[in-house]
């Protein structure tokens, strides 16, 4: 929600320039008043944002793509730039086994959470939450690099029996030490993530302390 509001401030910002620019162009070039030319520089402001928009996303998807092909090709990355690894990601550390399915892996996460509520006002309440990687290299055609970061797993989610993970969630729950909740407006969790410096990250929280029903 912050990054979409500072977004639309900027847009705002972006917007009002150009209107006030083309003012002072036409109030220059043809001696109009300010006042008169509200209207016309609004519209065209209109215009001149969106075309100014376009000209950025074209570039930042060019930018993307080269990123992304120089990922695949065997261009090795250079210090200070954005780079984009294109590979498979294999285990230099002990595997882990993922809490609710008992299944070795590089990575896991995981939430327990109870959907409360009915229609609009449908809701997840999250009780348990948690992530782990075991140090790792991502290997690439330009070589292999030691994954510093915690990534964001986008995958599809284990299928397991309703008892065989209810059995292994409350086994997980009962022998682990969970963190408490960060507190409102803060991001130790996220800045830990960001700034593993070993390969080995795990967090695992509880977010609430009434149990699901």
């Not at 520089?41 to 209109?46: E, K, N, P």
Request: hydrophobic content about 45%; aromatic content about 8%; glycine content about 10%.
């Amino acid at each position: 929600m912050k990054g979409c509001a500072v977004n639309a401030v900027f847009s705002l910002l972006g917007l009002a320039a150009i209107a006030a620019a083309i003012m002072v162009g036409l109030h220059r070039l043809y001696g109009a008043a300010p006042g008169d030319t509200v209207g016309v520089a609004i519209f065209a402001g209109v215009f001149g944002w969106m075309a100014a928009n376009m000209v950025w996303t074209a570039f930042t998807a060019w930018r993307e793509r080269s990123a992304l092909l120089a990922g695949i090709g065997a261009t090795a990355p250079v210090d200070g730039r954005s780079t984009v690894l294109v590979g498979r990601i294999e285990a230099v550390g002990p595997p882990l086994v993922a809490p609710f399915s008992g299944t070795e892996c590089v990575a896991y996460g995981f939430e327990v959470y109870q959907m409360r509520g009915a229609g609009k006002r449908a809701h997840r309440a999250v009780y348990f939450d948690g992530i782990a990687i075991t140090p790792s290299v991502v290997v690439t055609p330009a070589g292999s690099f030691r994954l510093l970061a915690v990534p964001d797993l986008d995958c599809e989610e284990t299928s397991v029996s309703r008892e065989t993970a209810l059995r292994l969630a409350a086994d997980h729950i009962r022998t682990t030490t969970f963190e408490p909740p960060p507190p409102p407006f803060s991001r130790p969790a996220l800045e830990g993530q960001w700034s593993d410096d070993d390969g080995s990250y795990r967090r695992e929280t509880r977010q609430r302390r009434d149990r699901p029903v």
